[in-house]
C-alpha cells in the first residue's frame, strides 16, 4: 500500500506521461486509455473508465477502459444522461460529481443494479468532464468491487483526473481541428490556378503553392527561402512593390497590379497581383501574402478586340468612302473622259518637239496619276463582284507585266519564270489578278536597283480536299524589314513618295475574294511574296 507522498508522486508521473502522450500526437482514444492507465496503475483496487459525449446524438460513448467486462461495456454504452442514470449518466446531466457508495441500495442506479451486479461492482464516483467553456464533454469514472466512500484525497484525485482528460480532450479535438482547417485550406490553396506566396517580412519566400509552381516554372524547393524578386522581370517593380504593398504599414487594398514577371526560363509575361500583410489576432504583422494571375491570355484577347474595333471603324470609314466614290464615279469618270479627249485635240496642234508638247505631257501624266487613284479607292472601298472565267495564270501575270512596259522600258529588267509543268489553268478574275500582279510588279521596280530579277515560280498542292496553286512572286531587292512586313497589307500604310497606299491592301482583298491567300515570305534575299489560288 502506498503511502501519501510515494502516491502523490505516482500521479504526478502519470499525469506527465499522459502530457508527454499529447505532445507525441497521440489520438484521443490513445490518450484517454493512458489516463485510465495511470490511473489503474496508482490505485490497483479501482477500475476507470471514460466516457464521452456525442453531441450529434446527445449519448454517452464508452471511450476507454481496461478492466470492465466486456457485457458491461456493452451494456452501458451509448446510454442518455439523465437525473437518475447511474453514476455517470446522472453526472452527465447534471455537470456535477456523483458519489455512489453501494450500487445495490442507490436510487440513482434503479433499473441497472442487475448489470454491475453481474460485473461484480458495488461502489462507483463519477466526475464529470468539464470544458473551459463549461461545457461537458464527458465523466471519469472509478469503481469498486465493494461499497466504500471516497476520502479527500480520492475526490481530489477524480477531480485531477477529469481535469486532465478535459485538458487531453480539449488539445485533441482542437489539434484534430486545426488539422481539417489545414487539410481544407490547402486543398483550396493548390486547387487554385492562380500562384500563391506566402512570404516573411523580409520578402523571403515561405510557401509557393503548386499554381506558382506551374506559373513560375520553379519547384518550391528551388525558390523556399529565397527573395521574390528573383520573380520579378524588373527590378524596380519589386522595390516600388515594396513601396506600395509589401511594408508592415500598407493599406489593405485589394486593387490587382499589373507587374512584368519573369518565369525560370527567362521568358516574361504580365500578370495582375494582389498583395496584403498577414497579421494573427493581436494584429501584429507576420508576413506577406501575393496572389498572382498571369493575364497574358486576357491581354491577347483585349488587344484583339482592339484590333477588331479599329477594323471594324476602318471597314465603316471604307463604307463611308465606298459611298462618295460611287457618288462621284460618273462625274470624276466624265470629267478625266473629257481631259483626255482635250490632250488628244492638243496633239494636233502642238508641235512634237515644242515646250508645249511638254506641258501637255506633264497635263497627260497628272490624269493618268489621277485616274489610277480614282481606281484604286474605288477597286478597295467598293463592292467585290468577282467575273470569273478559265484563265491560265501565266498569261494574266505576262499581260501585267507587258503593260508596264513604259514603267520597265530602257532599264535592265528581266521576268524570270520556274513554273515547269505546273498546271496553272484555274477559275478566276482575270482583271483583278492582273491587278494583284501589277501592283507586285510596280512595288519590285520601285525597290529595286538595276539589274532587275523578278523570279515567278509556281507548285501545286492538296489543301484537304481542295487543290491549291501556289505562286511565290520574288526580286532581288532589299527586301522588307520586320516592321514592314507586319504592316505591308495595311490600308494607305506606304513608304513611297507618291501613291495612295492602297495597292497591297487591295491585291489581299482581291485574292481573299477569290478564297485564296497572300503573305510576305521572310525570305533573306529580296522581297518574296506567296499566294495560293484554289485551283
Known sequence: MMNERDLLESDLRGQTRVLKRLAQGASLDEVLHT????????????????????????????????????????????????????????????????VVEDIATDPLWHG?????????????????????????????????????????????????????????????????????????LKTIVNGIPDALLLTGLDRNITHFSRGACRMFQYDADEVLGKSTSILYADRSDFERMAEERFHIAADEKLEATEVQWRRKSGATFVGEMVGK?????????????????????????????????DKLVQAERLAAMGKMVSAIAHESRNALQRIQVGIDVLEYDIESDSEAREDLDRIRRAKNDLQH???????????????????????VWRQAWTN???????????????????????????????????????????????????????????????????????????????????????????????????????????????????????????AEFLMTLPQ
Not at 411 to 420: H, K, S, T, Y
Not at 430 to 444: H, M, T, Y
Request: hydrophobic content about 40%; glycine content about 6%; some cysteine.
Open 35 to 98: 489516463i485510465v492507465e495511470v490511473a489503474e496503475e496508482s490505485r490497483p483496487d479501482m477500475i476507470g473508465s471514460v466516457m464521452l459525449m456525442e453531441a450529434e446524438s446527445g449519448t454517452l460513448r464508452l471511450a476507454a477502459s481496461r478492466r470492465l467486462p466486456d457485457f458491461y461495456c456493452t451494456a452501458v454504452d451509448r446510454r442518455i444522461p439523465g437525473p437518475r442514470c447511474g453514476s455517470c449518466g446522472t453526472a452527465a446531466f447534471t455537470g456535477k460529481r456523483v
Open 404 to 526: 508596264l512596259h513604259v514603267l520597265h522600258q530602257g532599264r535592265d529588267v528581266q521576268l524570270i519564270e520556274a513554273i515547269d509543268d505546273v498546271a496553272l489553268v484555274c477559275e478566276l478574275d482575270v482583271f483583278r489578278i492582273e491587278q494583284v500582279f501589277r501592283n507586285l510588279f510596280e512595288n519590285s521596280l520601285a525597290a529595286c536597283a538595276d539589274p532587275v530579277r523578278i523570279t515567278i515560280a509556281c507548285g501545286n498542292r492538296n489543301d484537304g480536299e481542295q487543290r491549291m496553286l501556289c505562286v511565290s512572286v520574288r526580286d532581288n531587292g532589299p527586301g522588307l524589314p520586320a516592321e514592314l512586313r507586319s504592316r505591308v497589307f495595311e490600308a494607305f500604310y506606304t513608304t513611297k513618295a507618291k501613291g495612295t497606299g492602297l495597292g497591297m491592301a487591295i491585291a489581299e482583298r482581291f485574292i481573299t475574294a477569290h478564297r485564296g491567300t497572300i503573305e510576305v515570305s521572310d525570305h533573306p534575299d529580296g
Open 373 to 395: 487613284m480614282h481606281d484604286e479607292l474605288r477597286s478597295f472601298a467598293g463592292p467585290i463582284q468577282l467575273d470569273k472565267s478559265t484563265a491560265n495564270l501565266a498569261e
Open 277 to 309: 500583410v498577414i497579421r494573427d489576432e493581436r494584429d501584429h504583422p507576420l508576413g506577406f501574402l501575393a496572389l498572382i494571375r498571369d493575364i497574358t491570355d486576357r491581354k491577347r484577347a483585349e488587344a484583339c478586340l482592339a484590333e477588331s474595333r
Open 112 to 184: 441497472f443494479r442487475d448489470i454491475p451486479e453481474q460485473a461484480s461492482l458495488r461502489a462507483c464516483w463519477s466526475e464529470p468532464i468539464i470544458a473551459s467553456t463549461g461545457e461537458v464533454l464527458g465523466t471519469f469514472a472509478m469503481y469498486y468491487s465493494v461499497p466504500r466512500s471516497p476520502c479527500a484525497s480520492e475526490l481530489e484525485f477524480v477531480s485531477s483526473i477529469a481535469s486532465l482528460a478535459a485538458l487531453a480532450i480539449e488539445r485533441v479535438r482542437y489539434q484534430s481541428e486545426v488539422e481539417r482547417e489545414r487539410a481544407v
